[in-house]
């Protein structure tokens, strides 16, 4: 499927930039669908089949990332000026709580972040249900800054990356699948 976002002005990155700041990150960018983290100042918040995850170091992640040749893009979340760091880390770990975990039909990674972001800049951000849904109402509103790459030099040509779709069936099933393997191991 083609996307109907194109990400562009995207800087390749050796991971140092991506410290200071509120960032989305699209953790392994091409695969469908992709996993959803935000990372506020250097701590990781998420959902997944296995629960919560607050305050996760940034540098862990970005070890994983480097070892394994992770592609990710780390997307700049410009908060409204009136909006301090200590209420959105606290927005985040309300809505990572409130949403346990990945649930097919019911949770998806994105749900928490989608959340935290509608209650500090607008409730049309409740509106999307993908990735790919929320970045270009986000970019509407100019929440979004710069944009990072890891492990994705031969992908991105031009700073330009069109983000791939997927159906709600799609994520159903990778989020079956993703449990499932959980189980196994």
Not at 82 to 111: F, M, Q, R, T, Y
Request: glycine share 4%.
């Amino acid at each position: 499927m083609n996307s109907p976002f194109t990400l562009r002005n995207i800087h390749h990155s050796n991971g140092k930039e991506i410290f200071h700041g509120n960032f989305i990150v699209i953790f392994h960018a091409r695969r469908v669908p992709p996993h959803l983290l935000a990372s506020v100042h250097g701590n990781t918040f998420s959902i997944s089949v296995q629960g919560p995850f607050a305050y996760e170091p940034l540098e862990k992640i970005l070890d994983y990332v480097k070892r394994k040749k992770v592609e990710c893009l780390f997307i700049e979340w410009n908060l409204p000026k009136d909006i301090p760091i200590n209420k959105l880390l606290l927005h985040l770990e309300k809505n990572i709580l409130l949403c346990k975990k990945v649930i097919a039909g019911k949770n998806s990674c994105l749900s928490p972040i989608r959340e935290t972001i509608a209650e500090i800049s607008g409730n049309e951000m409740r509106d999307a249900c993908f990735i790919f849904d929320l970045l270009p109402i986000m970019e509407s509103k100019k929440l979004l800054g710069k944009i990072y790459a890891l492990n994705m030099e031969n992908v991105i040509h031009n700073g330009i990356f069109p983000l791939v779709t997927y159906s709600q069936e799609e994520l159903n099933e990778a989020i079956v699948a993703a449990g499932k393997k959980i189980l196994q191991s």
